[in-house]
């Protein structure tokens, strides 16, 4: 059974970095083809794709983002971490982490999600 | 970037019902096209993958067709429990974008 969980501050200040970790169970980076991804969704309002990680440490960002996201793992502690820097009142959002055994199969499981609220 | 869009953006529907909602690509993406069902303050849900292909344990009153820029997700006998919000993203280039979602209301 594969089982993912979001973690990390709940609140952070604007100009701030936030880091996020994805710790997951049931499935390694060591299997060719898999990935996980971030997706963040603020109140009210529509899912967004930020970022991918694959098996073999190819990373992809969404443009609008990309010059703040970066995305690592830890393949050993089953970890995948996303960075957002500058944080803005705007990046206020439940941020979700979950798995991809390919591009052709979608995203299964998520995480629950974390709430991040972004305030001075 | 390609963009999603789903129509109707909501609808109105009785338990028993058949709906169909709607998901158009800006450009053609193969059949890479997913749809998911996300319940009020829960994580998303993948119902559909590759267009057509129902993931495991979802119940078969949903179902996924089209290919290309042109996509539809089918839930053919409405369950109280189905009353909440549908997402279609493409995963056939990155960013892997989301339509804006549908919302059935009872």
């Known amino acids: 059974q594969i089982t993912l969980k979001e973690s990390g501050p709940t609140l952070v200040k604007p100009t701030q970095t936030l880091t996020l970790t994805c710790t997951f169970s049931?499935?390694?980076?060591?299997?060719?083809?898999?990935?996980v991804g971030w997706i963040r969704q603020p109140p009210g309002k529509a899912l967004e794709w930020l970022a991918l990680?694959?098996?073999?440490?190819?990373?992809r960002y969404n443009p609008s983002l990309k010059n703040r996201l970066a995305i690592t793992k830890d393949t050993s502690k089953n970890q995948v971490f996303l960075t957002l820097t500058n944080m803005d009142p705007v990046d206020t959002a439940t941020y979700y982490c979950?798995?991809?055994?390919?591009?052709?199969?979608?995203?299964?499981?998520w995480g629950p999600g974390t709430l991040v609220t972004v305030s001075s | 970037d390609i963009q999603m869009t789903q129509s109707p953006a909501s609808l109105s529907a009785s338990v028993g019902d058949r709906v169909t909602i709607t998901c158009r690509a800006s450009?053609?993406?193969?059949?890479?096209l997913n749809w998911y069902q996300q319940k009020p303050g829960k994580a998303p849900k993948l119902l559909i993958f590759?267009?057509?292909s129902l993931q495991s344990g979802v119940p078969s009153r949903f179902s996924g067709s089209g290919s290309e820029t042109d996509f539809t997700l089918t839930i053919s006998r409405l369950q109280p429990e189905d009353f909440v919000v549908y997402y279609c993203?493409?995963?056939?280039?990155?960013?892997?974008?989301f339509g804006p979602g549908t919302k059935v209301d009872i």
């Open positions: 993203q493409q995963t056939y280039k990155t960013p892997f974008t």
């Open positions: 990680i694959y098996w073999d440490d190819d990373k």
């Open positions: 049931g499935f390694s980076f060591r299997t060719s083809q898999v990935a």
């Open positions: 590759a267009a057509s």
């Open positions: 450009q053609g993406i193969s059949r890479y």
């Open positions: 979950a798995h991809s055994r390919s591009h052709y199969t979608g995203f299964d499981p």
